[in-house]
C-alpha cells in the first residue's frame, strides 16, 4: 500500500474486482477523521451487521470448523483483545470487522444448541451480541457464507493491535483454518 497524499485519497496495489472493493471500503474507512491504520475515528458503528431473520447466530461448517455464524450463513469473528468489552469501535476497524447487533431492549437467539448469548454496549449505544463475553463480528473480506477468510488476521486500530479467529462452537477461536494473516501489514493477504 502506497501511503495516501491525503485521507481520502487511498491507492492499493491488487488485481481485479478485490481491488474495487477494497479501494471501496479503505476510502470509506478514510472518510472518517482520526486514529486507526486507516485514519477511521471511534463513533458509530455504521457497518453493523443486523440478522435478517429472527435467529441472530446459527452453526455452520466452514474451513473445516464448526463455526457461529450470522442467520445468513456468514461466519462470525471475535479478537484476541476483547474480553467483556468492545474495542474496535472507529469507523475504519468498522468497515472491516462489522458488529453483529441487536435493535433495542431484544436479547440475541441462536439455533444449533449454541448458548452462552449476551449483548455488550457499544460507544455509540447499540448492543453488541457477544459470544462467552467476546464482541462477535463479520469480516468485510468474506464474500459470501462459510467463507473463514479472517481467520488469524492481525491489524490494529486507534492503538490496539487485533488478532481475529472464527468463533467455533466451544467458543475459543480457531486457527486450525488458515487465514489470510502472511504476507500483508495488516494481516489481510494479497487477494483482497
Do not use: K
Not at 475515528?41 to 441472530?56: I, N, Q, R
Not at 467463507?147 to 486500530?157: I, K, L
Amino acid at each position: 500500500m502506497r501511503t495516501p497524499t491525503n485521507r481520502r485519497s487511498i491507492a492499493i496495489r491488487a488485481g481485479g474486482a478485490a481491488a474495487v472493493a477494497t479501494a471501496g471500503l479503505l476510502a470509506l474507512a478514510a472518510c472518517s477523521s482520526g486514529g486507526g491504520i486507516y485514519g477511521g475515528s471511534s463513533g458509530a458503528s455504521s457497518g453493523a451487521s443486523t440478522p435478517s431473520s429472527s435467529t441472530t447466530v446459527a452453526v455452520r461448517s466452514a474451513g473445516g470448523m464448526h463455526v457461529l455464524t450470522t442467520s445468513s450463513g456468514r461466519t462470525l469473528y471475535s479478537s484476541s483483545q476483547e474480553d467483556g468489552t468492545v474495542l474496535c469501535t472507529s469507523g475504519a476497524c468498522n468497515a472491516i470487522w462489522a458488529p453483529l447487533t441487536v435493535s433495542g431492549g431484544h436479547m440475541p437467539t441462536a439455533s444449533g444448541g449454541v448458548t452462552h448469548l449476551t449483548t455488550l454496549a457499544r460507544p455509540d449505544g447499540t448492543r453488541q451480541v457477544a459470544f462467552d463475553g467476546r464482541p462477535l463480528y463479520t469480516f468485510s473480506f468474506d464474500h459470501g457464507a462459510g467463507q473463514v477468510n479472517g481467520n488469524g488476521a492481525h491489524d490494529s486500530f486507534d492503538g490496539t493491535s487485533f488478532t481475529w479467529h472464527a468463533v467455533t462452537t466451544t467458543g475459543s477461536g480457531s486457527t486450525s483454518a488458515s487465514g489470510s494473516s502472511a504476507g500483508s501489514s495488516h494481516g489481510y493477504g494479497a487477494g483482497y
